[in-house]
């Protein structure tokens, strides 16, 4: 890639854009990022509830992430609580799986002839999703640098075929291709911009936002709301709209916790909520598309 | 004779299960063989991340032939019964033979079953192994139906140099495998397990873990002693990173040595756990050294330059984190952090972490009085600070190095060695082979901890039950045991158990248990036994002393150490044989009389010589055992009983315990129930084994 400088490795934008290129190569449907607040890639119907199902799916999105715990008002150099996955489902999970995996990690330069790659056990689990898998954390050279899980169960639904879902962490793949020991530092775009030019105020905000301002009133409200709409469109039988319900649910959970108005006795009701929304969502869906229970 | 090899060739299985899969392969391949009656000399198993591999040798080309005979039904029977016995058997009527028994004309057929070709059998058996495999956790994969820890990728099936026949869920077993995922990955085709072992080495993997293991210790070894340093070798840590590569490439990184100003615990923490590597001492300090070494999985063509580069970037941010957290800690006290301990729940009906540490202050405080050098003030102090650092930084990112925390913390902010120390130490002993503490006020805040603990859960009716002990009773009532008897400290349990049942009735906690003891005094009993078992002391011997119902820990067990001299003696022996025919007669009598006899005798009606010195005997004994007793001279107790063998012995040899005489009776089995009572007095003898 000419502009990329070697000493540096390629600016943030152009590992999404490589990626996006390397799995559309692979057959993959590009997706763009759902416009809903969630905290992690998985939760992207793409992923959740393509999971489901016999048909065969492959697809490639990045996604922001909304983890509002992980927020430090921008002052720390690898948490945040706004950042970015890069995701791929792979419908039945192909046999050269993992070749294809670091083909792409090739593509953004990392050369297998150069760094030591590893694949370290590490199994997957989300409880409101009531969802789990096997797999493994990737390193690079003592780094993670990815997760890459097989889907065994999703909404407390076997997987039948299995999906394979690998989920790069876009900022600290790019640290460490670009070696670069502060987020804010990155390089974005190969002209000027850094990571910190896009995002450091964003952070600083919603940081207070979420640690400060929230209105936890009207988050309580928020869910129950989320909660009893989801219930109403799976009674419509609409799971696609219902499972928007589940996701906002979900992160207005994670809201709360971060304004740490959530006992630890209730937190586990409260996930117990969002998992049951999600079950809901995931067996309506299956009855919708006329797969088997 | 034939070697059979076979390699389940797969994605990465996990380290921590790759020891135990290829012992279930083996097993559960050579039982299968051996179950079709096939013998052979030995069947090794190894294990990379990607392979795990059987090789067994010296296998016979078929399994015996096997010849029986059949009765069928009487040639009397019906047509139909006949059928089914030439069906059942796989015999036609010509092949029948007739013969005459007992209760009749019998058919028998005779049934020749040649041996099975021994690939036959191994085809069987590797379906079923891979089909029934005892993974701790297995997956699905694409739309195949197998499960195995990762996916499956090839199955490699040689006997005698041929692949086998065999094909499961798509998988045709070939004599084919793979080189190392990166430095050789091409394919290739083996012949036996010498051919294999050398062509994966040449295709970078050395397939023995046991070999990879000593080419990582020798390669750490070089790479230290060039440094002029040394290192400790770690077999767990060793296993584990010999489970990670199939071609180890050990290479050495540094890292800022301003990070040594963090505690070395966690340094070594950060290193070991989080990143695998090996970490380096100065041999002539034994201090930590700002090297690391890390196992890569290949040799990269910058010899690793890359490698190392990206290993120190990723230890140097771990670091930095650890160490931002330590700066942190350091800038309050540990006292801050009590208030915090409020928001925390211990347990739901047993209150909040701060409450636990109110209960343990009081606590600590009163055992102190039993621990002798033990200042009662600093055992309270350090009970308030025990917990203090679960709330720090530090242990919030780290959970393992709670209490250790707490001691450099506590140090920092001046608090005395035995202060800090036993913030450190009161989680000790963990278990029964972890170190017990002995510094007295460490003693003091581990035993409170533990009082705690067994206390409250116990009133609370959440007791262990069967193999459920998820509050690890069993462990807390060990370590009780452990530091009473290890320290040797005086103090009555049911004493101990009071002050924690007090300090729970001080904060108004319900308790569910009303008994006394909430029943703890006997599941101690029960832990010590199951302790001294362990230790080679005959619970037996337990058993007879705790009958006395003693609550002093060190008491019983310099008691039971007594008696069991005692016994190992000829006096203790005969003493026992004595007290045995004593007691059966007594106790065969009573039966037959309907009474029990008391030692209440009258020695106005002994008459023969040998009844008399056996009276005098037994007061004499009684009392010496007693005053013994009291002085907590055991084996004098022990002497004082052996002055009664010679008196019992020549009492059974020369006195009709069953005189015709009914009085007479009465008196001498009186003598018997005083001989009962006498022994008894050092330990129930009733108990005792032999």
Known sequence: ??????????????????????????????????????????????????????????????????????????????????????????????????????????????????????????????????????????????????????????????????????????????????????????????????????????????????????????????????????????????????????????????LLDARGVISVTERQAYIGRVRDLAKGCCETYLKKIGGEE | MADLLIELFSEEIPARMQTQAARDLSKLVTDGLKEAGLTFDEAPAFVTPRRLTLCVNGLPDKTPDISEERRGPRTDAPEKALEGFMRGAGVTRDQLEEREEKKGTFFFAKIEKPGRPTGDVVAEVLEATIRNFPWPKSQRWGSSSLKWVRPLRNILCILDGAAVDLTVDGFTANNKTFGHRFMAPEWFEVTDFADYEQKLLDHKVIVNADKRADAIAAGISSLTSEKGLEWVEDKGLLREVAGLVEWPVPLMGSFDPAFMAVPEEVLILTMKKDQKYFVTRNPETGDLAPYFITVANTETVDGGAMVRDGNERVLSARLADAKFFWDQDLKGRLDDNLAALDDIVFHIELGKVSDRVARMKSLARKLADFIPGCDATEAERAAELAKADLVSQMVYEFPEVQGVMGRYYAKAQGETDAVADAIRDHYAPAGPSDTCPTAPVSVAVALAEKLDTLVGFFGIDQKPTGSKDPYALRRAALAVIRLITENGIRLSLQDAVNAGIASFAAQSVAMKDTSQDFGLLAFFGDRLKVQQRDLGVRHDLIDAVFAKGDDDLVRILGRVDALGSFLGTDDGVNLLAGYKRAANILKIEEKKDGTEYGADVSAALLSQEEEITLFEALGAAETDALVALEQENFEASMTALSTLRAPIDAFFDKVTVNADDAVLRANRLALLAKIRAAVNTVADFGQIEG
């Open chain 1, 1 to 254: 890639m000419a502009s990329v400088s070697a000493t540096k490795g390629m600016p943030f934008q152009n590992i999404i854009l490589t990626l996006q290129d390397y799995w559309a190569d692979q057959g993959c449907v590009i997706l763009q990022p759902y416009d809903m607040e969630m905290g992690a890639g998985t939760f992207h119907p793409a992923t959740t509830l393509r999971a489901l199902g016999p048909d065969s799916w492959n697809a490639a999105y990045v996604q922001p992430c909304r983890r509002p715990t992980d927020g430090r008002y921008g002052e720390n150099p690898m948490r945040l609580q706004h950042y970015y996955q890069f995701q791929v489902i792979l419908k039945p999970s192909p046999e050269n799986m993992q070749e294809l995996y670091l083909g792409s990690l090739e593509a953004i330069g990392l050369d297998k002839n150069l760094h030591d790659f590893r694949f370290v056990e590490d199994d997957w689990e989300s409880p409101t999703l009531g969802a789990w898998g096997l797999g493994w954390e990737v390193w690079c050279d003592g780094m993670e640098v990815s997760q890459y899980t097989y889907f065994q169960q999703v909404g407390g639904i076997e997987c039948k075929p299995v999906s394979g879902e690998l989920t790069y962490g876009l900022e600290r793949l790019a640290m460490f291709v670009q070696g670069v020991d502060n987020v804010y530092d990155l390089d974005f775009n190969g002209a000027g911009a850094s990571y910190g030019d896009v995002y450091l105020e964003n952070e600083r905000q919603q940081s207070a936002y979420n640690f400060e301002h929230a209105n936890t009133e009207k988050l309580f409200r928020d869910f129950k709301e989320a909660q009893e709409e989801c219930a109403k469109l799976l009674a419509a039988e609409l799971p696609l709209p219902a499972y928007e319900q589940c996701i906002r649910a979900s992160h207005t959970f994670n």
